[in-house]
Structures are given as structure tokens and as C-alpha cells.
């Protein structure tokens, strides 16, 4: 369930700002109403050592473990001035590195030649410059009476020549810019620059190792950025200072102790209804919280007024998991991996406890479709055999049933579960308008009322069930008008209000009329992405069973290799499938919008925020 939030105001005299602060970040309990920015000292601190945390893991050495010492935080300030050092130096060091190589490339072409000596000449009196000429422009300056040169050796197919003096404007020539550097110099810096950057590596991997101290700092200014964000968003006058942020219900008794012991004066409000920022806490019950890391990875979070249906989407998402997977085998090779982890974790954690559910599910459906790594040679197994129910076998001809006698009952089971999820979909949005006194829960009747139409239509187009479908047409024609009329009423809406913008919306209810229909059908892709997993293991179990001989090692290369290649793709249908399902069809029959802001409380972090 979602908590409950309340609004709560701290006040203290402004002399006791740095108390408050402290006393609240202790409490721990306390989401901002508003969070202004850190001071821009302590932002510009925590982007700095972030980057160097993110640096020196490109310098770690492979298979070195990181050291367990834990520096203190002068240690620590020694070891990272020399890192930063180390990574400007570095810069500077690849940067003379570059600019030396592109101009040996420059010169080269004309040669090795001391810039010095050339430096000497001009000291003398011989003021040399060199050209590069097309032969036409070429012919005229040594035409010239007023041009001293001397021809040189070609340089890129182009005449060159050393001239005394500048050439005059009217002779198109391209001077060659002297270098302050011989090759040999240069080559001298590249090897300096080589070796610089080699002390700079040293430096930097031996720094990666305190890996767990950059870490520890990390989250030291991270929490000193909260806290200055905190600062700067607590508002004063001349005598008080003052902050707002809201607290789960259940834990305001625990606040007001610490505002008794602390001597703050508080108030305490319920939020208001229109209220956005309100943040989300969920409460997960042991089933629940199972679902919790996929909400993660996902990034979803019902809104503060919306429903929790964490419970409801865990149950279809491990349904979804195994008839998308559809394979016993594969669910064997999960189960066996998550075994794996749980014996080296050595702790039982959500995501631990989630895979050993999905894999079980999917054995199951695995089992009672009799499919197990795509071979039809499972069937041949009494055991096995005895497990399949033979209406939903993926191999029907063992259990006398027709193929498509099997395929459609597969699909009307796809259908049904469409049809349950999408109508509970309305039934839950039902009961959270009936206590609001929300007229508009009729119209989520009549949205019950078409998903259930439109699945009687489903079976009666894909598989040709014998439905009568002049009902169906009336309970379509029912539902459309009872969302037309109700579905713009809503509690701060008088009747003629809610009946005028639901009638304003006529031809969008007709668009999301249709839509129900698609949306019922899309549920169809639970037997479609599962026949495809097994045809495509099916069609590698072909293709290796045709190697013989010695052979036989690319044949069991094929399956390894083939299986594991389907296992990823039916990973990745499960994203892309059965968490849509849950996500956008289900969550919006429930009216679900996913525009939950997450509860972060004002504390302490003992973890890096990612």
C-alpha cells in the first residue's frame, strides 16, 4: 500500500539553524517540499571526485584485489592531490606528445636540420626564408633580378627553395614555417613525454586500489551536498528560520518526540488533493516486495494518489515470465543459476527470492506444455508425459489431440488472462473512486463491461468460438454510452458539469473503445512469443542432431550456443512484452500514470545514491 503523507513545518530561531538541520538529517524521516541546489563549492567537489572515482577504474590492474584499508581522510587527501596531479599531468604530457609527432610529420619532408644553426645564419646577416613553389611561379622568381634564392630538393612533388629576404606579394609561393625543434629534439620529448606518462600510470593504478576509500569520501560528500542542499533551502527572516517537507503518518509521533526533545516549534496538515510533489512511499507485504527490483530497473512508481497494484502486477508478471520463457529446461538452467548465486551471496535477497519464483513458474508451464529444451524426445519419458496437461501440450499428437484444437486453447487462455487483468484493471479503479464519491466509477463499469465484450469478439474472430454476437454488440453499445456519460465526472464537478465534459470527449471514448479491442488482442503475444521460442530451439535441435562423428562436438557447440542465443531473446520479449502488458495495458484500464516521485528523505546516506 501506498503511505499516507503529512505536511509538516519545522520552526527555529535562526541562531539554532545548524541544529535543526543536524537534528532533522539525524531524524532521518523528513522529504523536502522544495530542494534548491548545493552551494556551488561543495557541487563542484563531489563532480570532481566522481570523475576521478570514474578514471581510476580504467587503471585498476586485472585481478588485483582492492585494498581493505580504509585511509583517513589526510591519507586519503595526500593520495587524491597526487591522482589529480597525476591525471593533468597526464594531459599535458599526451598534449606536448601529440604536437611533437604532428610536427615531425610537418618537417619531416624536408629533412634533419638544426633549427639552430639556421638561427645562427639570420644572427649573421642571412635572413632565410623557405618557400614551396609550382613550378611556373618558380620560373619567375628566379626571373627576378631583385630575388635571391637557392633551389632546394622537391618536398610533396613541389619545388622548394631558401630565399634571402621575404618574397614580394605578386610571387605565389607557401613559406615553410621554421621550427623551434630538430627531429631529433623532438623525438627526444616524444620519449620524455613516454616516460612522464608512465609515472602518471604508476600513480593512478596504485590509487585505483583504494578503491573502497574514494568510495567512502564519495558518500561523505554527497552527503555534505544534501546537507548544504538543505541549507540553502531552509527560508529565515531576521528572528526565525524555517523548512517544510512531508513524513509518512505512522512516523509522525516519532517526530514530534524529536521536536518536543529539540524544541521546535511544528505544525502538522494533510496534504492537499491537488498536491503533486507529493512523494510516494510503498509498503511492500512479503509477496510484494518481491516485484520491487523490477520496479527499479523499470523506474515506475504510482503517483502519491494513485493505487499500489504491486501485488496484482508481481502475480501477472510471473505468469507472463513463464508462458514467455515457456521452456522447462531453460527454467531448470534459471533455477539451478540463482542456486548459484544464493550459495555465493551467502544472503537472501528480493532479487534472489524473485528468480527462484520465475524459474519454479516457468518449470511448471514448462511441465504441463510438456517443453523442455524444445526436444520432442521429453515426451517419450513417462515422468514427463505424466505432467502435461494435454489440451495445453506444445507436441499434441502424443496426447491425441489436433494441433490447432491445441493452439486455440492456448490462445483463448492468452484472451482469458487479457480479459481478467484488464477487467480487474477496472474493478480496482472502481474501488478507489466509490470512497472519493466519484461518479466516474460507471464509467469504469462500463469500461468492465467492454473489455468483456471485446473478448467474447476476440475468441469469435482469431478461433472462431460460437458466440451469439448481437449481445456482444449490445454490451459494446452499453459500455460506450456509460463512459460517454460519466467518464467527465468527477467529485469537484456538479452533474450537468461531468455530463458535459464526458460528452465534449465523444469521439475520444470511440477511439478508446476501439483500442479495448486492441488491447485485449495484444494479449496475444503471450502464445505467439512463446511458440516462437520453441520453434527457434526446435530448429537449432535439428540443426545439431545433423552433425555425426566427429562432428558431434560442433553439433553440441550448435545447442549450447543456440539455446543461449533464444534464452537472451526470450529474456529480452520479456521486457519487452510482459512488462508492457502490466505497464500499459493494465495500468491504464486502473488509470494507473506511473508519475510517482520517490520518497528521499533528509538523513544520512550510508550508500552512494546512483
Known amino acids: 500500500m501506498i503511505e499516507k503523507m503529512k505536511m509538516v513545518h519545522v520552526v527555529a530561531s535562526v541562531s539554532e539553524k545548524k541544529q535543526m538541520l543536524n537534528g532533522l538529517r539525524d531524524l532521518g524521516l523528513m522529504h523536502l517540499v522544495e530542494k534548491k541546489n548545493a552551494d556551488r563549492d561543495t557541487i563542484e567537489r563531489f563532480s570532481l571526485l566522481s570523475k576521478t572515482i570514474l578514471t581510476l577504474k580504467d587503471y585498476l590492474p586485472k585481478k588485483a584485489e582492492p585494498y581493505t584499508k580504509i585511509l583517513t581522510d589526510e591519507e586519503f587527501q595526500s593520495v587524491y592531490s597526487d591522482v589529480l596531479k597525476a591525471i593533468n599531468k597526464k594531459v599535458e604530457v599526451i598534449q606536448t606528445r601529440s604536437d611533437a609527432v604532428a610536427e615531425i610529420e610537418r618537417i619531416s619532408p624536408w629533412g634533419d636540420f638544426s633549427p639552430k644553426d639556421i638561427s645562427e645564419l639570420k644572427s649573421f646577416g642571412y635572413d632565410l626564408h623557405f618557400y614551396r613553389f609550382g613550378k611556373k611561379d618558380f620560373e619567375n622568381a628566379v626571373k627576378?633580378?631583385?630575388?635571391?634564392?637557392?633551389?632546394?630538393?622537391?618536398?610533396?612533388?613541389?619545388?622548394?627553395?631558401?630565399?634571402?629576404?621575404?618574397?614580394?606579394?605578386?610571387?605565389?609561393?607557401?613559406?615553410?614555417?621554421?621550427?623551434?625543434?630538430?627531429?631529433?629534439?623532438?623525438?627526444?620529448?616524444?620519449?620524455?613525454?613516454?616516460?612522464?606518462?608512465?609515472?602518471?600510470?604508476?600513480?593512478?593504478?596504485?590509487?585505483?586500489?583504494?578503491?573502497?576509500?574514494?568510495?567512502?569520501?564519495?558518500?561523505?560528500?554527497?552527503?555534505?551536498?544534501?546537507?548544504?542542499?538543505?541549507?540553502?533551502?531552509?527560508?529565515?527572516?531576521?528572528?526565525?528560520?524555517?523548512?517544510?517537507?512531508?513524513?509518512?503518518?505512522?512516523?509522525?509521533?516519532?517526530?514530534?518526540?524529536?521536536?518536543?526533545?529539540?524544541?521546535?516549534?511544528?505544525?502538522?496538515?494533510?496534504?492537499?488533493?491537488?498536491?503533486?510533489?507529493?512523494?510516494?512511499?510503498?509498503?511492500?507485504?512479503?509477496?510484494?516486495?518481491?516485484?520491487?527490483?523490477?520496479f527499479d530497473i523499470l523506474g515506475v512508481l504510482p503517483g502519491y494518489h494513485e493505487q499500489d497494484i504491486s501485488l496484482w502486477f508481481f502475480l501477472f508478471f510471473i505468469l507472463f515470465f513463464a508462458m514467455i520463457i515457456g521452456d522447462g529446461g531453460y527454467g531448470l538452467l534459471l533455477l539451478i543459476g540463482t542456486i548459484i548465486?544464493?550459495?555465493?551471496?551467502?544472503?537472501?535477497?528480493?532479487?534472489?527470492?524473485?528468480?527462484?519464483?520465475?524459474?519454479?513458474?516457468?518449470?511448471?508451464?514448462?511441465?504441463?506444455?510438456?517443453?523442455?529444451?524444445?526436444?520432442?524426445?521429453?515426451?517419450?519419458?513417462?515422468?514427463?508425459?505424466?505432467?502435461?496437461?494435454?489440451?495445453?501440450?506444445?507436441?499434441?499428437?502424443?496426447?491425441?489431440?489436433?494441433?490447432?484444437?491445441?493452439?486455440?486453447?492456448?490462445?483463448?487462455?492468452?484472451?482469458?488472462?487479457?480479459?481478467?487483468?484488464?477487467?480487474?484493471?477496472?474493478?480496482?479503479?472502481?474501488?478507489?473512486?466509490?470512497?472519493?464519491?466519484?461518479?466516474?466509477?460507471?464509467?469504469?463499469?462500463?469500461?468492465?463491461?467492454?473489455?468483456?465484450?471485446?473478448?467474447?469478439l476476440s475468441l469469435f474472430l482469431v478461433i472462431g468460438e460460437p458466440i451469439d454476437i448481437v449481445p456482444v454488440a449490445a454490451m459494446v453499445g452499453i459500455a460506450f454510452v456509460l463512459v460517454l456519460l460519466f467518464g467527465g465526472m468527477s467529485p469537484d464537478k456538479t452533474f450537468k458539469q461531468g455530463l458535459l465534459a464526458g460528452v465534449a470527449n465523444a469521439f475520444t471514448v470511440f477511439l478508446d473503445t476501439i483500442s479495448c479491442f486492441g488491447n485485449v488482442m495484444s494479449y496475444i503475444r503471450l502464445f505467439a512469443v512463446g511458440m516462437a521460442g520453441l520453434a527457434i530451439a526446435q530448429s537449432f535441435n535439428e540443426l545439431a542432431a545433423g552433425f555425426t562423428g566427429p562432428l558431434i562436438i560442433l553439433g553440441f557447440m550448435v545447442l549450447f550456443i543456440g539455446h543461449l542465443l533464444n534464452l537472451i531473446m526470450c529474456f529480452l520479449s520479456v521486457v519487452v512484452h510482459g512488462v508492457r502488458l502490466n505497464v500499459l495495458e493494465f495500468s491504464g484500464q486502473v488509470g494507473l500514470e506511473w508519475t510517482g516521485i520517490p520518497y528521499e528523505p533528509f538523513e544520512k546516506k550510508d550508500k552512494i545514491k546512483k
Open 144 to 294: 627576378a633580378e631583385d630575388i635571391k634564392l637557392v633551389r632546394l630538393g622537391t618536398v610533396d612533388k613541389q619545388i622548394t627553395a631558401a630565399v634571402f629576404g621575404k618574397l614580394p606579394p605578386e610571387i605565389q609561393a607557401t613559406e615553410f614555417a621554421l621550427p623551434k625543434k630538430s627531429i631529433e629534439e623532438l623525438k627526444e620529448v616524444i620519449q620524455t613525454c613516454n616516460s612522464e606518462e608512465d609515472k602518471c600510470d604508476e600513480i593512478l593504478k596504485n590509487a585505483s586500489l583504494y578503491e573502497k576509500s574514494f568510495q567512502q569520501q564519495l558518500l561523505k560528500l554527497q552527503n555534505e551536498e544534501e546537507y548544504s542542499s538543505a541549507n540553502e533551502t531552509a527560508s529565515n527572516d531576521t528572528d526565525l528560520v524555517w523548512i517544510s517537507g512531508y513524513i509518512p503518518e505512522v512516523d509522525i509521533p516519532k517526530f514530534k518526540e524529536a521536536a518536543e526533545k529539540s524544541n521546535w516549534a511544528w505544525a502538522v496538515q494533510d496534504v492537499d488533493d491537488e498536491d503533486s510533489n507529493v512523494p510516494t512511499k510503498v509498503r511492500y507485504n512479503k509477496v510484494s516486495r518481491l516485484i520491487k527490483p523490477v
Open 341 to 456: 548465486i544464493s550459495v555465493k551471496s551467502k544472503k537472501k535477497s528480493d532479487v534472489v527470492f524473485l528468480l527462484y519464483v520465475l524459474s519454479i513458474a516457468t518449470i511448471v508451464w514448462g511441465a504441463v506444455t510438456g517443453t523442455w529444451f524444445g526436444m520432442e524426445q521429453a515426451m517419450d519419458i513417462p515422468f514427463l508425459k505424466a505432467l502435461v496437461i494435454p489440451s495445453f501440450a506444445n507436441y499434441p499428437e502424443y496426447f491425441g489431440v489436433a494441433a490447432t484444437a491445441q493452439q486455440n486453447t492456448i490462445i483463448k487462455f492468452s484472451f482469458s488472462i487479457g480479459a481478467i487483468q484488464m477487467a480487474l484493471g477496472s474493478i480496482l479503479s472502481i474501488k478507489k473512486k466509490l470512497p472519493e464519491k466519484d461518479l466516474s466509477w460507471i464509467a469504469s463499469a462500463g469500461w468492465a463491461l467492454a473489455v468483456i465484450a471485446m473478448y467474447l
